[in-house]
């Protein structure tokens, strides 16, 4: 190797960029493929199980696009957050942790709400979930701007304590224990009021719940955000060079506590649309939201439109293995984060690709 | 009575042999300048290879040794994607915990599904009995002896890694050029030190580490395969945690290993305790489980605070920590 | 005679930026050559290649008589070569002993061996150094980093050491002691290499002068058969007379006022030491001084990005010391700099021309929402005045060739229609047509009464266009003169540090008559 050099690309082509992330998910699939095949499973029938989502030949099909949606909403919505907090280079990874504070501050609303108007029910929840969640992210980032603490291991550290607090409130029966079920004498979480429900457009059989919609709106809101208001343009130039900003007599503190607390909150709101649209809360319902945004986020390079697409990409992913699981008891859910994990390492190694060249020595010195 | 005592204290050492592989791997890693948030997975795999050829051998020295060299595997493929591909630490690192716990599922459902199932381990060496080693004289001791001198081989290799590992960074120039380059890589580099292949060395020999913790717990606590629940169960992150506490010294982490082991046994056996000794200690069946459980996390994250809060120069947080080095960038 | 080094034919290119061009350069065994030359003579460059961090394009290095390849710092380091730069290359947090020890060979390979520490502590001895071993970095002086960078290279055993710039962090009693070692060196069979600008020192430590000039080798003296206004001629040359309109107009009242000013650098050493200065309205100030005079400092303490330690500074009348550089810039005071790698300040690398263009006034429009088309307009109006080469508006900065980027810099700043202009290298590494670009832009903006503060590198282009030049050496005021009334070894010997004229005939340079401040504030 010692002839060889490597060396930074002076250009980087779109073009090739994509091509080689094609190659890298094709490589990957092949993989899969393999590690089906020895377990002697038809790769071309699972995937195909698993890329249709199990509507091919399912009367029930437009449970498969509810299920899949209930799945895509969260990741969708906690992705474009962790992308507004990685272009500041804050690299938070507690969005486990936020959206369980936004998801029990939500639930507080909820099963207290019987009675009230649907449409101020889940507005409400709403809000306390984003205030909860931005607080909790705006604590974060003072303490990094202020004493350069590692945001990297707070969030870690936050992400586990939040997930003991909601195991505890579902294990333990007591009076003052409002999200657990009354009826049972073992402590299991209560539903919710009809009040908190999420509501949805009904088109025929199928519900299209205005979670849904308002993700998606959110999406545009957020690309608008970045590309054309003052904040964005903020965001991007201290994400680009804090120097810069400073040169530029920006408040680059007040801008990462400011984004920061619009990155939590979003998280917040995708927890208070998820019990909202499932009617209750467990210790489960992150569906590993928080790690898997993480990784959405970056194999998107953090860009809105790439990050809509990856998401749905991905929700397609694993809700296609947990149809697919149904049929092929060998391959248990878990196939998705194997797929997926595969996939990123592709990427990776396709990114650099894109990015580095090697050249000899001899050039160098020439060039 | 003592029995529970003793039973207490025995599993304070079962329960928390594995931490201190997982911190003593990952301080090796992080001491180069590396955050490796894939301690979960590396021990997931670390923990399923070993078992598994471990058990179709029926020896628990060839389990060792496939369990290292398993998940040393996975600390190269972390080390070429950081350090060779200049790839994001965190990611990569999340990836591989969310790679190697779903690896460990895969192989799990697809042996249990099929004809032969589930590898048992009673009846064969590597079953918790027969770990055991007797030490004459000292395991006969009796109530200290049981609790402290019964245990298997890895358990006093733990510490015994832990031990090394100290004398390695306090006492030895290869150990100094590895604190160099997670403090200062561009230093270390002009100066003739190979940043790169000192990176990779010392993230696979810690990963390979971290794996033999993954396998301790296999053996000890698991057993049976889960569905539902993996055997690391999150002691990859409780690692992460007391490297803060332990202030990246191998030494420490001994210490806050058992403190936590401490704790963590408690939360197992508070019942039996309190049963034991209902008027001294009634009241630890009144504190929940989970309390006990969130303990690491919460200190570490009041750690955390206060260290950057106070003077920077008693942290033992190497300076370049996660970011990656290219010698082109000066 | 025997050569520890010879340079032979080196040449060294950057592109199109020729570096070294056919330097030829020997350092005599056990002698002490002291390598004088401007920023942007190319010393660095030429120190760089000896000590493996770049290679030549073309030429041979011979060490010792036998010719050799330096491919990295490690060759560099086995041919017995040492270098002390200039920014210490220390990890803080550990001992000088433990820093010292990373980079040795052989002995005590694995387990740290007393004999280590005996050796570091002989070498220490044999040079009279007073070092304590086991101090940490973090807690040292800077003078004692220093010690600790030249006992290191010794401890490597390098029988050739480089030293760029030693004596800038230290006080004269140091500088004493530090020459002292240099002596015993010699004495021990050492050659050594000292690139340094003062040319007092210059005197009284080398045998002989290698003076390099844009990038050329000018020649070798033997230093006892020289004086310091030779050196200066050789290091500046004669003056080239230039084209540049230089246009006469009225002045007006000081805009900007400098007293007493006193500013610390990054290491905690004295950047800028009590001066004083001002600029009128319509007129060209320039600042000559070798690099790291604290150029760099003092535009940014102006600008509002630096604390100062002492002084004043008073724009229209109102103090502006301790203002966000915000409320400077709507003050009127705009601050471009060019740092040597360009992209280090004051523009985002990966954003478009637009968006680097607004970076000081994108709050300006109404509403949420940056208004990206005026943006695009201006950024267009930039570029075809100052005839930037780019394939469109949207292109990120990064990938603009470097003269291109220093045009939408100061493009920007010019934009914003300050009063005062301060502009640092605005020309580093331009071509001529693009220069000249430049400096009419510079003069337009001095026709409609603008102040600026021309900071630069080629004393030939400040005389022709500025009105008059302020020298700094070290961070000292050397005296104010008028482009017309002076001469280029005048300012060459200023800027040494060898003449100093601000108190001369019985006025004071830098006070202005019709100074804002009054007699109690403004202390000369």
Redesign the interface.
């Known amino acids: 190797m010692r002839r060889y050099h490597l060396v930074r690309r002076a250009d980087a082509k779109l073009n090739r960029t994509l091509i080689y992330y094609a190659i890298g998910l094709l490589v990957s699939l092949t993989i899969g493929a393999i590690l089906l095949w020895a377990l002697g499973i038809n790769p071309f029938q699972y995937y195909g199980k698993m890329l249709t989502i199990g509507l091919v030949g399912n009367k029930y099909g437009y449970k498969s696009i509810e299920g899949l949606l209930k799945v895509f909403v969260p990741l969708l919505i906690t992705s474009l957050a962790l992308s507004l907090s990685f272009k500041m280079r804050f690299w938070n990874i507690g969005g486990e942790g936020e959206f369980l504070i936004g998801a029990i501050c939500a639930s507080i609303v909820a099963f207290n709400s019987s009675g009230m108007p649907n449409f101020v029910t889940v507005v409400l929840m709403c809000l306390a979930a984003m205030i909860s969640s931005g607080i909790i992210g705006v604590a974060i980032a003072a303490l990094k701007v202020k004493f350069n603490t590692n945001e990297t291991l707070m969030t870690l550290m936050l992400n586990y304590i939040m997930l003991y607090v909601i195991r505890y409130i579902g294990d333990t029966k007591a009076d003052w224990n409002f999200f657990l079920r009354e009826d049972s004498e073992r402590p299991i979480f209560g539903s919710f009021p009809e009040s908190a429900m999420m509501g949805g457009i009904p088109l025929g059989k199928f519900k299209l719940l205005w979670a849904v919609i308002i993700a998606v709106l959110l999406t545009a809101i957020v690309y608008i955000y970045l590309k054309y208001t003052k904040h964005g343009y903020e965001i991007s130039v201290v994400g680009d060079s804090a120097a810069t900003a400073k040169y530029a007599g920006m408040g680059v503190g007040k801008i990462v506590l400011r984004t920061m607390f619009i990155s939590s909150a979003l998280i917040g709101l995708a927890a208070a649309l998820a019990v909202s649209s499932a009617g209750t809360i467990s210790d489960t319902i992150t569906n590993d939201v928080g790690w898997t945004g993480i990784i959405v986020a970056w194999l998107s390079k953090l860009s809105v439109p790439a990050v809509f697409v990856t998401a749905i990409l991905i929700s397609i992913l694993q809700y296609g293995c947990q149809a697919a699981a149904t049929q092929y008891p060998a391959i248990d859910v878990n196939f998705a984060d194997l797929l997926q994990g595969i996939i990123l390492f592709s990427v990776l190694v396709a990114d650099f690709a894109a990015n580095f060249r090697l050249i000899k020595k001899e050039d160098a010195k020439n060039a | 009575m003592l029995d529970v005592l003793t039973l207490f204290l025995f599993n304070i050492i079962v329960y928390n042999i594995p931490l201190l592989y997982g911190t003593t791997g990952e301080i090796m890693i992080e001491k180069s300048g590396s955050l490796n948030l894939g301690v979960e997975g590396t021990m997931a795999i670390g923990a399923v290879a070993g078992y598994l050829v471990g058990a179709r051998c029926d020896n628990l020295f060839i389990a060792c040794v496939v369990s290292f060299i398993a998940s040393g595997l996975v600390g190269l493929l972390f080390s070429f994607l950081t350090v060779t591909l200049q790839a994001n630490q965190n990611v990569t690192g999340l990836t591989i915990t969310t790679f190697g716990v779903a690896f460990y599922y895969f192989v799990g459902n697809a042996l249990s599904n099929s004809p032969e199932g589930w590898p048992k381990l009673s009846g064969t060496r590597l079953d918790a009995q027969s770990q055991a080693i007797h030490i004459p004289g000292l395991s006969d001791i009796p109530f200290i002896g049981k609790a402290f001198f019964s245990h298997g081989i890895l358990v006093y290799a733990g510490i015994l890694i832990a031990i090394l590992m100290w004398l390695y960074f306090k006492k030895t120039v290869p150990g100094l050029k590895l604190r160099a380059i997670g403090e200062n890589p561009a230093a270390a580099d002009s100066l003739g030190v190979n940043v790169a292949l000192y990176k990779y060395a010392h993230i696979i020999v810690g990963s390979g580490i971290m794996g033999l913790g993954g396998l301790y717990m296999g053996l000890n606590m698991g057993g049976t395969f889960e569905g539902s629940n993996c055997w690391i169960n999150g002691y990859g992150w409780i690692s992460i945690a007391l490297v803060i506490f332990a202030n990246w010294s191998p030494a420490k982490a001994i210490l806050g290993t058992f403190l936590f082991g401490f704790f963590n046994t408690l939360r197992v056996q508070n019942a039996a305790l309190a049963y034991a000794f209902p008027n001294a200690l009634g009241w630890l069946t009144k504190i929940p489980s989970h309390f006990f459980s969130a303990l690491p996390f919460i200190i570490t994250l009041i750690v955390l605070i206060t260290s950057s809060l106070t003077a920077k120069g008693k942290s033992g947080e190497p300076q370049a920590i996660g970011r990656n080095y290219y010698r082109e960038d000066r | 005679m025997e050569y520890a080094i010879e340079l032979k034919e080196i040449s060294k290119s950057f592109g199109p930026v020729a570096a070294n061009k056919n330097i030829n350069l020997s350092l005599a065994k056990g002698e002490i050559l002291a390598l004088l030359g401007e920023n942007g003579s190319g010393k660095t460059t030429l120190m760089n290649m000896l000590s493996g961090i770049y ?1 030549p ?1 073309s030429g041979s290095i011979f060490i010792d008589g036998k010719k050799v390849e330096i491919n990295s ?2 060759d560099s ?1 086995k041919l017995g070569i040492g270098m002390v730069h200039q920014h210490f ?6 001992t000088a002993l ?1 820093n010292i ?3 040795m ?1 052989g002995e ?5 061996g007393a004999e280590v520490r005996k050796k570091i502590e002989e070498t220490a001895a044999k040079f009279g150094f007073d070092i304590d071993l086991d101090k940490k970095v ?1 807690n040292m002086a800077v003078s004692e980093k220093q010690t600790l960078e030249i006992l290191k290279v010794l401890c490597y055993g390098a029988r050739i050491i480089i030293l760029d710039e030693p004596t800038a962090v230290l006080t004269v009693q140091e500088i004493e002691k530090l020459f002292n070692v240099l002596r015993k060196m010699k004495e021990e069979g050492h050659s050594i290499i000292i690139i340094t600008h003062k040319l007092n020192e210059v005197m009284a430590i080398s045998d002989r002068v290698a003076v390099l000039r844009h990038g050329d080798y000018i020649g070798t003296v033997v230093t006892k058969e020289t004086d310091e206004k030779t050196l200066t001629e050789l290091m500046v040359g004669r003056k080239i007379t230039l084209n540049i309109d230089r246009p006469i107009i009225e002045k007006t009242h000081p805009l900007l006022e400098i007293r007493d000013l006193t500013i610390k650098n990054d290491e905690g050493a004295t950047a800028i030491d009590h001066i004083n200065f001002y600029i009128r309205g319509g007129e060209i100030l320039g600042v000559a001084g070798i690099a790291g005079s604290g150029q760099k400092e003092l535009c940014e303490a102006i ?1 509002g ?1 630096r604390k100062i330690e002492e002084g004043q500074m008073i724009h229209e009348g109102e103090s502006i010391v301790g203002m ?4 400077i ?1 709507e003050h009127g005071v705009s601050m471009s700099f060019i740092p040597e790698d360009r992209l ?8 478009s021309i637009t ?1 680097n263009m ?3 006034n ?2 300006e ?1 109404k509403g ?3 208004d ?1 088309k005026s943006a695009r307009e201006e950024a267009q109006k930039v570029i075809d005045k100052l005839e930037i080469i780019t394939p469109s508006t949207e292109t990120p900065v990064r ?1 603009l060739s470097g003269g291109n980027v220093q045009k939408v810099l100061l493009g920007r700043e010019i934009k914003s229609g300050p009063n005062v202009l301060i502009t640092a290298y605005p020309v580093r590494g331009l071509d001529i047509n693009s220069s000249y670009t430049i400096y009419n832009i510079l003069n337009e903006e001095k026709k409609k009464g603008v102040g600026i503060l021309f900071v630069g590198e080629d004393l030939d282009v400040m005389l022709s266009l500025c009105d008059k030049i302020m020298v700094i050496c070290h961070g000292r005021l050397q005296g104010v003169v008028n482009s017309d009334h002076t001469t280029k070894e005048e300012i060459g010997l200023m800027m040494t540090g060898t003449l100093n004229i601000v108190n001369k005939d019985g006025k004071t340079d830098g006070i202005a008559k019709d100074s804002a401040f009054t007699d109690e504030e403004g202390k000369a």
């Not at chain 3, 005590?108 to 740290?112: A, T």
């Not at chain 3, 280090?344 to 954003?351: D, E, F, K, T, V």
């Open positions: 290679m394009d710092p490690e380091g290359k220390l990890v803080e947090r550990f433990e020890r990373i980079g060979r005590g390979r694995f387990f740290h973090s600008a990005l966000s550089p915000k409320k810039l280090g300040m004051g523009l985002a690398p990966s954003l968006d607004i970076l000081k994108y709050n429009s949420l929402f940056v990206r990938r």
